[in-house]
Every structure is written in C-alpha cells, then in structure tokens.
C-alpha cells in the first residue's frame, strides 16, 4: 500500500491508494500503549483493517483484547497522558466516492481542535452506558440541539427541528415532548435510542458502537439491533460494532475481527469465522456462547436426585407478595400515583434448586429478590427455612438472614474499593459474631482457594482484580456463612462469554458440594435455559409462566415467554432472524392511579405443573 504525500504532523489531506477501494477508514499498524507502575505496555499491537463503505465490522473478544482502546484512538478520546498511539495511521477517507486515487485525513496526526470537528460530524460513537455518557443536569433537547449547532451553521430553530427527526428517526414516541426530559426519565434502552440519535443526527460516514446492548434485555437489544440495521440502509452508514456477544455478531457483522491481548487473531467474514474458524481462540469463544436448546450442564445424576428427595421442606417459600411503591409530586408532596412492582406472586425454591427469575428490565425480578433479602417492605408471606419472617424481631431477621445471601450484577460496585478483598469476604463473619480473627482467616483462605483464587490474594483491592475475578470474591463472600439461598441478580450478564462460563460452572459445583439453593435472576435467556431448573416469567409485577426449564423452553404457552425466546440472537449467521417486531403489550401498564388495582391473573397448570397466566 502505498503512503499519500500529506503532512503527518499536521495531517492535512493527502492522496492515497488503497487496497481497498471502497473503504471509508483504514488502519495500519496501529500500535496503543499505556503507562502503569512498571512503565508503558501496548494494550494494541500492530493492528491493520479496513471498514468498507456501507460495511458492518464487528471487533470481538474478551475484556482486555482492545476493542475498547481501539475505537477510543480512532476517536482521539485516550485518557492522555495515560495512554498514547505509540505508532501507526488511522486514515478516514474524504467523503468523495471516485477511484482509486482518494484522499484522506491522518486522524493519529490531527490536533484536538480539528478532531473535534470530526467527532460527531465524520464519525460518531455510542458508549456502553448511555446513562454515564449522557449529562445528567441537561434535559435531551439541549444535548441533542447542542452537538447539531456546533457541527453546522442553523439556527437555534432549526437544529430543534432536526433534533425532533432524529428522535423520530430511532423510533421514540412523542419525540417533541421528549426534548423536555432528562436522561434519568428515560428507561435504558430509550436513553440507548437518544445516543443513537445523537450520533446519527448528522449523518456521520462511521458510526463506532461500543458494547452498546451488553446491559439491555434481550428484546430492546433486538429493537435496537434493528433500528441500526434500517439507520445503515437508510444513509449507507459504515458501523464498527464491538461486542463480546457471539450472538449479536451473527446477528449484525459483515466482516469479523477477533482481538487477544491486544492482536487480532482472526478475521474473515461472518460465515468463515462461524463455520471454520482457524484461531483456537476463536473455537474457544463459540464454545463458550450458551446456547437455547443444549441445556448444558443441568444434568442431575441419580445420586444427586436422592439426595433431594430426602430433604424435607422448601429453602423459600414466596405466598401473594405484593411490593408498591407510591410516588409524590406537586408542592406539599401529595401521593399521586403507585407502582405495582410485585403483583401477587407465588412460588418455592428447594434444596439443591436453580429457580430462574426472568424478563425485561422494570418487571419486578430485583424488587422480589430484595424482598426475599429483607431489604424492601412488602405484603405477604415469605417463608425462609421454615420461618415467617412477617412478625420477626430484629434479632430473628438478623438470623435468617445468615440463610439469604446476594451476588450483584456489578461486582465492583458492590466491593468496598478501600477494604481488601480479604476483609470484605471475612465481613459477614464478623458482623454475624462467629469465629475468631485468626479462624476467620483460615475460614477465608479456603473460600478463596474453592472459588479458584489463592490466599496470596486476600490482602489485594478490588481494583486489582479482572471482572471475572471480582465476581468470583463475591460469590466467596456470599458462601461464608453457608447459606440455604443465594440470590444471583444478574450476576453474569456483564461477564465476557469465557469468563461467564466459568463462573456458571462455578456456581453448579458450589450447588452440588453444599446444596445451596439459588434463585438465578437474569433476561439472558440462553444463560438461563442453561443453569435453571424451573423457570418463572415476570412481566410488569406478575409471573405469567412458571415450570421446568423443558416446559418452558420447549412448549412456551404465553405469548411474552415466546416473544423473550425468539429475541435471543442465535450465534450463527445462516439463521438471523426475520425482522423486529416489538411485542404489543397484553398486559396493562404497572403505574396507576391510587386505589386503581392491576388485573388479577391466575395461573393455570396446563400439565404436569407447568403454569401459564390467564385473565
């Protein structure tokens, strides 16, 4: 490939010939590192592709490949003077579409005050988290008109003209009241939409979107999958999609590149890495995908099942809760209206059982979870080891609680960043009064070497740690006083796919060697069918299937359970789904009037103790 005669310290435009004719940006050698203790290490390496006009190139692999830091020097965005590009070019292409001789911009040479008049206007990124990258103090319409105004020449009316289109571009109802609200208003997957928006106002040539479903249930991921698919049909918009979901890049790539320690390890179209890939990592990668209709690893062996059947009782016993919350508004605080979080439910967990809790953000899984942990008031009855825990003293809660005990979706949000993680899995031992110091130690030495870490480790932080790692301290900290029930809310679907697999095969063996009993709360429908054995389906407060995990996802009854099955991508490109189409809503909203009741559903065994909502 031959180099263009621009200036590289200023990166003017040059002329350029490509190999690949229709590319919009190249990147050649590219090489990124960043500076710790021990001084600088390359985080990328001597990276080279090419997107394509039009082209959707999905970037794949585990935290710490690159992805990330790959898209953020294609934007100019390293934190400096962290991190740098220690050599390479990342040429975008001029917008005019004649031969092979084009021209481009050196975006590795441009200074910020040129880069920022091709952010957002040449190419445009989507974060992870939409709620961390929207300003939380400014309403939507002001963020959106804002990065309107400052890449073109209309007035203030104008830009909000625009800023409404492209609201109704993505599909956001009533987009003109919508300018007035901000992002803490909106649900995930709409904030989603409004990022979405942003980056598309101004119909940018490159289009980087990073993880930017990883936190989304499966259904608002397909919508949002969708809406970019019809955005890139519409205005021939080039995507980078970096993922470390298999599926979704079954579901969306053209061209894949697998990333390792910060070098790509494969690359070929979608088809070729699917159906023959040539790196072991990659085979690494697919194998660990969890698939709908394996059911791997759920297989109980006849000793185990004995060993059920001579437990008595149930370790939770769950009877009509219902969970409401009332909001205030106006000038004295009035209550104008209540949310029915939980609506009436019912169900019990037994000894050596995964209940899966699943469905969409906002249906109720959490609010039951932290119920059963004695964390939200509530009405009904909650049964834990056989005790009531309505009418309980503090002392008595105190006590079963030492039964319940949680694993968090975000694993560094839920560790104390000033305690070594030694102190923090030892905490529930202490505050519960058992053991002395130096048992304590020993006590949590050994939880340390059952969950695959060493005891070396204890006197590190929780910055120290990887994600999966992190994970694997808390589900240590969750065992420390054997509890009957562990509630596991979302506690994978942040996890890369490799890692997610070990901490699932974690979580079965602690299950076989203690009989724990896990109520296994997720929307990720193929981690559920693989782990679960009875599933129950919330949707807006109520449970509206419940039975085995065969039942369930062989022989779904309810039309939401059969919208949540067909929403998960399948990791293969010959069978991507037909077009999106949003389920309509059966159920009435769970935000009402004081005094206003929801509707009362029973569920009906329609054989073999399968359970499906009726009116």
């Not at 020449?153 to 609200?181: G, H, M």
């Not at 059920?308 to 809760?321: F, K, R």
């Not at 054995?533 to 449970?543: H, N, T």
């Not at 077009?579 to 206003?596: H, N, V, W």
Request: glycine share 8%.
């Amino acid at each position: 490939m031959s180099k263009g005669g621009g200036d590289k310290r200023t990166g003017v435009y040059a002329p350029a010939v490509s190999a690949a004719a229709g590319a919009v940006l190249e990147i050649s050698g590219l090489t990124v590192s960043v500076r710790g203790e021990d001084g600088e290490r390359p985080v990328v390496s001597d990276l080279s592709l090419t997107l394509a006009r039009g082209e959707t190139l999905c970037i794949a692999g585990e935290s710490g490949s690159g992805k990330s830091m790959t898209a953020l020097a294609i934007m100019q965005l390293l934190p400096w003077p962290a991190a740098r590009i220690e050599s390479g070019t990342i040429r975008l292409h001029d917008r005019d579409r004649g031969d092979m001789d084009r021209r481009y911009i050196d975006l590795a040479a441009l200074d910020e005050r040129r880069m920022r008049r091709i952010r957002g206007d040449r190419i445009a990124m989507i974060f992870q988290e939409p709620m961390t990258s929207l300003n939380p103090v400014l309403s939507i319409g002001r963020q959106l008109v804002e990065s309107i105004e400052a890449h073109t020449d209309l007035s203030r009316a104008e830009a909000r003209r625009r800023a409404i289109e492209a609201l109704k571009a993505v599909r956001i109802p009533e987009a003109e009241s919508r300018l007035k609200q901000f992002p803490h208003e909106l649900s995930g997957g709409m904030r989603q939409r409004v990022m979405i928006a942003m980056a598309l106002a101004l119909k940018p040539d490159v289009l980087i979107a990073d993880e930017p479903t990883t936190a989304l249930d499966v259904t608002v991921q397909g919508e949002v999958l969708e809406l970019l698919r019809d955005l890139q049909r519409e205005h021939g918009t080039s995507i980078i999609l970096i993922t470390h979901d298999m599926g979704v890049v079954a579901e969306m790539a053209d061209r894949v590149v697998i990333m390792r320690h910060g070098r790509m390890v494969e690359q070929g179209t979608a088809a070729d890495i699917f159906s023959r890939p040539q790196a072991d990592y990659t085979r690494e990668l697919l194998a660990a995908v969890p698939r709908i209709g394996t059911g791997v690893g759920r297989q109980k062996s006849a000793e185990q099942k004995s060993v059920e059947a001579e437990m008595p009782g149930s370790v939770a016993v769950v009877n009509d809760l219902h969970v409401r919350f009332d909001l205030r508004g106006g000038f004295f605080g009035q209550v104008s209206r209540r949310v029915h979080a939980v609506e009436g439910i019912s169900f019990s967990i037994a000894p050596h059982e995964t209940l899966a809790l699943v469905g969409e953000s906002g249906c109720g899984k959490s609010t039951t979870a932290k119920a059963l942990a004695g964390l939200v008031p509530y009405h009904g009855d909650i049964v834990i080891g056989g005790r009531n825990l309505a009418g309980l003293g503090r002392d008595q809660r105190k006590a079963v609680r030492r039964d319940v005990q949680m694993i968090f979706q975000d694993p560094y949000a839920s560790l104390d960043p000033r305690m070594r993680v030694g102190d923090l899995v030892a905490e529930p031992l202490l505050i519960h009064g058992i053991a002395s110091k130096e048992e304590r130690s020993q006590l949590v030495a050994a939880l340390f070497e059952r969950v695959g870490l060493s005891a070396d480790q204890m006197e590190l932080y929780p910055h120290e740690f990887s994600g999966g790692q992190r994970q694997r301290i808390c589900i240590a900290r969750a065992l420390a006083l054997r509890p009957k029930l562990i509630i596991a809310d979302e506690s994978v679907s942040a996890l890369d796919v490799s890692v997610q697999a070990r901490v699932l095969d974690l979580l079965k063996e602690l299950q076989r060697e203690f009989g724990i009993a896990y109520l296994f709360i997720s929307h990720d429908m193929g981690v559920v069918e693989n782990i679960s054995d009875r599933v129950a389906v919330m949707y807006l407060g109520q449970i509206v299937e419940m039975g085995t995990r065969d039942q369930v996802f062989s022989n779904p009854r309810h039309p939401y359970t059969k919208r949540l099955i067909e929403a998960v991508p399948v990791p293969d490109p010959a069978r991507r789904r037909p077009r999106f189409a949003r389920l309509d809503q059966e159920i009435p909203s769970p935000t009402r009037k004081i005094g206003e009741e929801p509707p009362k559903l029973a569920l009906k065994d329609v054989g073999n103790g399968h359970l499906v909502a009726v009116s």
